[in-house]
């Protein structure tokens, strides 16, 4: 195959880089695949028209704007995905290895897609906690938002996920409202390209939201700015390199790190040879051994039993490892490809010599190359280290391949201190179906890992297991592996937004927020808010009901007919009493029951069904005889369907001397 030229994206034009350009290789055969260079590439000018261009268009979206550019992208990659299958057997990666990265990633953009619409509202501004009240009378309030950075995101990806490592930054990214630069590790930048390219060609981006460098990123560093963020996975080293940018510091610029990680899994102290979670722990350090060639930031480097099983454990994984099929990964037979390169082979093997100073090698030999010798093909290595306190390269060296280290450990306690000497690491697996033990785990280990996966014979089935991030869950960890979150859901948007604490009045602040606050003006419903549509319906638009009393009977009649006969409605002494009542009060449920019976308007019309509340409290009991009158007022609104749009309710009950008595927020499906 002739080699790929691989291009830039720079300010809407795909651009080849000038002077000397690097050969990657094929890790199957060493073959040249592609040739690149980034020389040549003005970065100052990327950085400008990312934040003159792309970033104003981005931000003039809403979040559910955003959202659907991510599923429209999510969808053309799905479209073209063989072409990325098929380039993908080049970086070593078997189909399933490729799965990881291509379907993995275009779930993460179809997860954010539906966060990005079910969880963010259909606006440029994001509301954090609640109304603060700073003030006796409540005209002065404070409240958090976030609002999209004003600059570029820079992405430095890593080498072993060039699909998912780009999208994973990238869906929140975008979501934030903010444009991306990416640059991929050179090693595999030719798939990234080929991404990128499906992503542009899908012509749905603004200009200016997505740029490519493939290559080095030259000055581009001096030009960074406080409203741009690096986010940045790879080494520690390179890391350390970056952070202490002159720029990086002097500016403030944010800096996500995601680096190396001696990730633990423990086999619990429960265990037996013959329990499900010995199996499970076993299979899932192998599997993390050979999947993608151990090239995986989250694979298990230490793997921990009790230490009267090392025998157990060493034999069952080493007959484990010894069905390993290593092979060209286009021979569906293969179970485990290639390195990368044979550069990434080469520092595998120097890692592997240093663990062996105080750990023997019971498994593999580092030196063979089992398939050819082109190709940077390796045999599984297990180390077994067996006084684990006296060691320290099992505790401080990565050798980002097939590599781990078995090792004994005394009790739980002396579990939880091990895993925690890989001083912070993003994932740490236990194998325990003893519930005491994981949430000792929770305690003495959290504050070391970025998470803690607990794998049983009751979630083995559905567990997704040790080593694979999931959109959903955080991705990041303390110390050594960078002190870097992203993902989590919506927390990873936020990672390129600013939080701003805002103070107002409750007029400045619902205007600003576009959601009604007690205290801000309300407009009196001439029409029944019931008989508006959703576009009819003004934030602060208000319904104050007539009042209702709640006697003795309605109490009765409610317990019978509901099953609800608790004394505190029920039994006077009782109830008399209950140091919070004081005498005989009305359900909650029935306030909210007469409350809805106030404020609906019974014929069919726009509001197609009332789907939930939340924030519900009751303030104040209701005793019989009192009345209850409440006030609804439309708080917000998001559209949902291009025909139907969720509408948030505020709702207050009062009693008679106007206190309020319970207070909620009622949501509703209507008509658009
Ligand atoms: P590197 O740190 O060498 O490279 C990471 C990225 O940084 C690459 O895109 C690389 O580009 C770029 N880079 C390197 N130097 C500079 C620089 N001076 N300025 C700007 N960019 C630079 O790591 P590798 O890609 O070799 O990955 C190997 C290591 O990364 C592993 O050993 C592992 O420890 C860690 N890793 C961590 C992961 C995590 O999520 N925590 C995931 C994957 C790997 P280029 O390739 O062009 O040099």
């Keep these: 195959m002739k080699p790929i030229i691989l291009q830039n994206y720079a300010e809407c034009q795909w651009v080849a880089g000038v002077g000397g350009l690097a050969e990657l290789h094929s890790a199957i055969d060493g073959e040249v695949v592609a040739r690149t260079s980034s020389q040549g590439l003005d970065f100052a000018a990327m950085l400008r028209f990312a934040r003159e261009k792309g970033a104003p268009a981005l931000r003039a979206l809403t979040f559910h704007q955003r959202a659907l550019l991510l599923k429209a992208l999510a969808d053309a990659l799905t479209a073209k995905k063989d072409a990325l299958y098929a380039l993908s057997y080049n970086t070593g990666a078997t189909k399933a290895d490729s799965w990881i990265d291509i379907d993995g990633g275009i779930g993460t953009f179809a997860v954010y897609q539906g966060k990005g619409r079910r969880e963010l509202p259909n606006q440029r501004l994001l509301i954090d906690g609640d109304v603060e009240a700073l003030s006796r009378g ?67 981006l603004p200009p200016g939201a997505l740029q490519l460098i493939v ?37 403030g610029v944010r800096f996500v790190a995601e680096q190396d990680s001696l990730n633990a899994s423990v086999l619990g102290p429960d265990a037996t040879p013959e329990s499900p979670e010995f199996d499970l722990f076993i299979k899932e350090v192998a599997k993390e051994m050979t999947v993608k060639a151990g090239q995986k930031c989250t694979a298990i480097r230490r793997a921990m039993v009790p230490a009267g099983l090392l025998d157990d454990a060493q034999d069952a994984l080493t007959a484990r490892l010894r069905k390993t ?49 082109k190709g940077a093909f390796l045999s599984p290595v297990l180390l077994r280290c067996e006084r684990p306190w006296e060691a320290k390269a099992a505790h401080d060296i990565e050798a980002f391949g097939p590599v781990s280290t078995l090792m004994p450990y005394k009790n739980g306690d002396d579990a939880i201190a091990l895993a925690n000497r890989g ?34 014979r009751e979630s083995e089935k559905e567990s997704t297991g040790h080593g694979s991030p999931m959109p959903h869950m955080i991705h990041g960890g303390p110390g050594r592996a960078g002190g870097g979150e992203e993902l989590g859901g919506i927390r990873g948007v936020k990672h390129y937004m600013q939080r701003t604490a805002l103070q107002g009045s409750p007029r400045v602040l619902s205007a600003i927020t576009h959601r009604y606050m007690a205290g801000a003006p309300t407009e009196a419903a001439q029409a029944h808010p019931f008989r508006r549509t959703f576009h009819d319906l003004p934030i602060g638009y208000q319904l104050t009901t007539k009042a209702r009393e709640i006697t003795l009977d309605d109490i009765e009649h409610f317990a019978h007919f509901t099953g609800d006969t608790f004394y505190a409605h029920m039994d006077e002494a009782a109830a008399a009493a209950n140091p919070l ?24 019309g726009p509001v197609l069904a009332n789907y939930g509340l939340d924030n519900l409290r009751f303030v104040k009991p209701v005793k019989p005889g009192e009345a209850i009158q409440v006030a609804l007022t439309v708080k917000d609104k998001t559209l949902r369907k291009p025909d139907q749009g969720e509408v948030r309710w505020d709702v207050r009950v009062t009693n008679r001397e106007g206190e309020m008595v319970a207070a909620y927020d009622l949501l509703t499906m209507n008509a658009a």
């Design 423 to 456: 001083k912070g690491s993003l994932v740490m697996s236990v194998f325990t179906h003893d519930a005491a033990f994981a949430e000792a785990v929770t305690l003495g280990a959290g504050a070391f890992h970025g998470r803690i996966a607990f794998i049983d």
């Design 215 to 251: 290559g080095s990123t030259g000055d581009l560093f001096e030009h960074l700015t406080c409203q741009d963020v690096v986010s940045f996975t790879g080494s520690a080293q390179t890391a350390t390199t970056l952070k202490s940018h002159p720029t990086i510091l002097r500016e």
């Design 325 to 373: 099929t290593i092979g060209d990964p286009r021979d569906e037979a293969t179970r485990m490809g290639a390195l990368v390169s044979q550069s990434q082979r080469h520092d595998v093997r120097a890692k592997i010599a240093m663990l062996a100073k105080d750990a023997a090698i019971v498994f593999g030999d580092p030196d063979a190359s089992p398939v050819n010798e």
């Design 138 to 204: 409540g005209t002065f309030q404070g409240l958090h938002v976030y609002t999209s950075l004003q600059g570029a995101a820079v992405h430095i990806n890593a080498f072993n996920f060039p699909v998912w490592g780009m999208l994973e930054k990238l869906a929140p990214t975008l979501l934030a409202g903010v444009p991306a630069i990416v640059k991929p590790a050179s090693a595999t930048a030719y798939l990234t390209e080929a991404a990128v390219r499906i992503m542009l060609e899908a012509n749905v």
């Design 581 to 604: 009542f004081g005498g005989r009060v009305a359900h909650g449920y029935l306030i909210l029951a007469f409350a809805a019976g106030l404020f609906v308007d019974p014929d069919p």
